[in-house]
C-alpha cells in the first residue's frame, strides 16, 4: 500500500471558552477521536488523546504552557494512544486495567482484523477502507506493527469527583455504555458537556467487547435531562442541548 507522508499530523481549531479542538486528519472517522484542550486559571486539561501515532505532545507545545492533566474518557486504543505523554493521567477506574497494558502490533490495515470486528462497524453505519490511515506520519511507519506504551491513571475518579483548575470546575459524570468506566466531564459554569464516546453526532458503538446496552440505557435517560448548552463529543462535530436530547431519544427509541 503506497501512503503518502502527511505534512503534518494534528489539525487545531480554537472553540470559546478556552477550549480548542485538536484532531488527526488521516484517521478514518470511527478512529478519529477529538482531543480536547480546555485552559484554566493554573492548569488545564487535554481530554483524550488520540491515536498516538505522531507525538501529541511534541507537536501541541504551543498550548502546554502550564501545568496539565491529560484525561481518558475511556481506555480505547483511538482514545489514549499519547496519554503515556504526559505524567498526569486520569481515569475511571473501570477503565484502569486496560490502561496499564501496551497495545503492541496493532494493525492499521482492515485485512488484519477479524471480519467479524470490521462488519459490526460497517453494520454501525462506518465505512471502512483498506486502511485505517489514509496518510503515514513518516516514512518507517509501519502499517502491521503500531505499538502504543502502557499509561497507567495516576489519579483514578469516580462519579461525582471534581477536576478543578483553579478558576473553572469539571465534575466527573460516569457514563458507561459504550465501555464500562466512560467518563464525561460537565462544567455547570458554561453548561458544557465532554462526552467522550457516550454520545457524539454520529454512529455510535454499543455491541464492541466491554459494551453493555442496558448501562447505555439508563446513560442516555440521564443525559436527555442534562441542561447542556453545547456537548463535545469523542467524535464528529459539537452540537447544542436541543440535539443532545434528540439523540438520546434516538437511542433509546431504538434500544428501548
Ligand atoms: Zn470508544
Known amino acids: 500500500m503506497s501512503l503518502r507522508i502527511a505534512e503534518r499530523w494534528f489539525e487545531y481549531e480554537r472553540l470559546p471558552d478556552g477550549v480548542t479542538r485538536i484532531w488527526e486528519p488521516h484517521v478514518i472517522r470511527v478512529m478519529q477521536c477529538n482531543i480536547w484542550h480546555v485552559q484554566g486559571r493554573d492548569r488545564d486539561l487535554l481530554i483524550d488523546t488520540g491515536m498516538g501515532i505522531a507525538s501529541l505532545h511534541d507537536a501541541a507545545q504551543h498550548l502546554f504552557d502550564k501545568a496539565l492533566t491529560a484525561v481518558a474518557t475511556h481506555s480505547h486504543l483511538d482514545h489514549v494512544g499519547s496519554l503515556h505523554e ?40 462506518y465505512e471502512i477502507g483498506p486502511c485505517f490511515v489514509t496518510a503515514l506520519p513518516h516514512a518507517n511507519f509501519n502499517l502491521s506493527q503500531f505499538n502504543c506504551p502502557a499509561a497507567p491513571a495516576t489519579r483514578l475518579v469516580d462519579e461525582g469527583d471534581v477536576l478543578d483548575l483553579g478558576d473553572r470546575v469539571f465534575d466527573v459524570l460516569h457514563l458507561p455504555g459504550h465501555s464500562p468506566g466512560s467518563i464525561g466531564l460537565w462544567e455547570a459554569a458554561t453548561a458544557t458537556l465532554f462526552s467522550g464516546d457516550a454520545v457524539y453526532d454520529g454512529p455510535l458503538l454499543d455491541e464492541i467487547p466491554g459494551s453493555d446496552i442496558p448501562a447505555y440505557l439508563r446513560t442516555m435517560r440521564r443525559l436527555e435531562q442534562l441542561p447542556a448548552r453545547v456537548v463535545h463529543g469523542g467524535h464528529d462535530p459539537s452540537f447544542d442541548g436541543a440535539r443532545l436530547r434528540q439523540l438520546a431519544r434516538r437511542y433509546l427509541e431504538l434500544r428501548s
Open 86 to 125: 504526559f505524567d498526569d493521567r486520569i481515569a475511571h477506574r473501570q477503565e484502569a486495567e486496560t490502561l496499564t497494558r501496551a497495545s503492541d502490533n496493532f494493525s492499521m490495515l482492515r485485512d488484519e482484523h477479524p471480519v467479524e470486528m470490521i462488519t459490526s462497524l460497517e453494520r454501525a453505519g
